[in-house]
């Protein structure tokens, strides 16, 4: 059949496939300074935010992604307390970030102001937590603000980008990998989402090999469920730095005293298990 | 963007969604006695099977169904000998199945014998197998069957079917699971495929609670990721009865003998892992 005008579709050109969301109308569309902003009213996944034709989020399955870009990466380190977002600026990876009462600062360093207010708007269930005053704001190059930042000042870096093409390009490369590697501290977690395992395996192997380059000790990707990303089957990869992936701090995990949908401490567990395909091409 | 004629497209009323992958070509369609059934050659996707409108396998992916169909119900088996499956009839579960040395007699019960027919000759990597001795081929009504099975006389039960609609809807009832239970022996293990947990929780729901009415002591649900299935998140169910899913034989499921492309030990122990949202609504 063919879909009609009722529906946002989003073309994989890697995977020879495509997603579709019926939506009930367009609420918002701009072009930002940097990039070109929709937001779409869906039948059954909520708010729909997509950036140059790509999704980034919905209300309905958002929480699968932020829970598993920030919790497994908290509870590796052995105790976060400075930790820093590149790119997040919907802010639902902040948010799960402050539930963490260890935290004493979150800062979330997005180059597009408009994503934020955006986000703000039509997903206000994800910014109830901005006015913390343990989270701060900043809106420019989270590239060149990594590079300039002091050595050893941060637990935790999670970078929440779009797709290694376009402005998130940089995000990708050893060097930022060194200058995150410079910042962390002498136990650190570094946290970047990685794309499908289905589809991008070369993009996931060039990302293990750039990190380990830039310093990091071990690598280690996490596998998720995220229905309205290419495949359904997304990733995040983690570095670390003097810790290691499977030393998490389980039992925390177990007895967190906050809320969650998806994550607990045999998610975390289960995430770190390899595909055989994935063990084959980057070890456990 | 509106896609073409060169696309297939499922939509999946639940879901507000739908899945569409680029095809060159058709290269089969036909009305079965059961269904009608199309196959199509995808751009990227290899070979695909479409019945009654709905994907049921492509050449690229079906390894993570068929090895997670198959290998946790046979690895919480103490010492599968007897294994039947009801469905499958594109033979990727029976192939799965006659990895394991220690299977004897593999039989299975499809209703539809013109799916196998195209299985052999659109996906005959799958079908390798089929000339094994200790496979068998019975083409009738599997809930029948079940129905008149000797009490005892199975060890493993893989339900490989349809959704529940049409002609495989008896196969998710507590009349059914009953038939199921009677048949296996006093350790047995029956799996099903159960839908994705982001759209029908209330089949999951249905399921275990029919599942445990009909006598089976203990239901869990695996986790794994499908792409071409709806979300891209599926899962199968598995009713025990004198085992016990977190049980399973980790040390012969590492060393198994035999290649796979996904499942593992680790990946096993992973997909009984159960998300939170999972845990509220039927327990670990």
């Known amino acids: 059949m063919t879909l009609d005008s009722h529906w946002f579709t989003e073309v994989c050109e890697e995977g020879g496939s495509a997603l579709s969301l019926k939506i009930k109308r367009k609420l918002h569309e701009e072009q930002s300074e940097y990039q070109r902003i929709e937001i779409f009213e869906t039948e059954k996944f909520g708010n729909l935010m997509v950036i140059d034709g790509f999704v980034m989020l919905s209300s309905r399955d ?3 992604y932020h829970e598993m870009m920030s919790h497994p990466a908290l509870f590796t380190h052995p105790e976060p307390k400075r930790v820093v977002i590149i790119g997040g600026g919907d802010c639902g990876t902040l948010q799960q970030v402050l539930r963490h009462d260890g935290v004493t600062s979150a800062l979330q360093v997005e180059i597009d102001e408009r994503v934020t207010r ?8 994800l ?3 901005n006015s913390d005053p343990r989270a701060q704001f900043l809106f420019g190059d989270g590239i060149r603000w990594m590079k300039e930042a002091d050595a050893g000042s941060m637990d935790v870096i999670i970078v929440d980008s779009t797709d290694p093409i376009g402005p998130a390009k940089g ?6 990998y060194r200058d995150c590697h410079r910042a962390l501290g002498e136990a650190g977690v570094l946290v970047q989402q990685s794309e499908s395992p289905m589809y991008h395996m070369d ?3 060039e990302m293990h090999a750039a990190m380990r380059a830039a310093g990091f000790d071990t690598t280690r990707t996490l596998h998720y469920p995220q229905p309205v990303y290419p495949s ?9 730095k003097g810790v290691r992936p499977e030393d998490f701090r389980a039992e925390a995990a177990a007895a967190r005293g906050f809320s969650t949908r998806y994550y607990n401490a045999d998610i975390h567990r289960a995430a770190l298990a390899q595909p055989e395909f994935c063990r084959e091409a980057f070890g456990d």
């Open 232 to 240: 359904g089957w997304w990733s995040a990869t983690m570095a670390c």
């Open 62 to 64: 958002n929480f699968l």
């Open 203 to 205: 993009i996931l192997g």
């Open 171 to 176: 995000l990708f490369t050893e060097d930022f």
């Open 127 to 129: 910014c109830e937590n």
């Open 118 to 125: 955006l986000a703000e708007q039509y997903f206000p269930e």
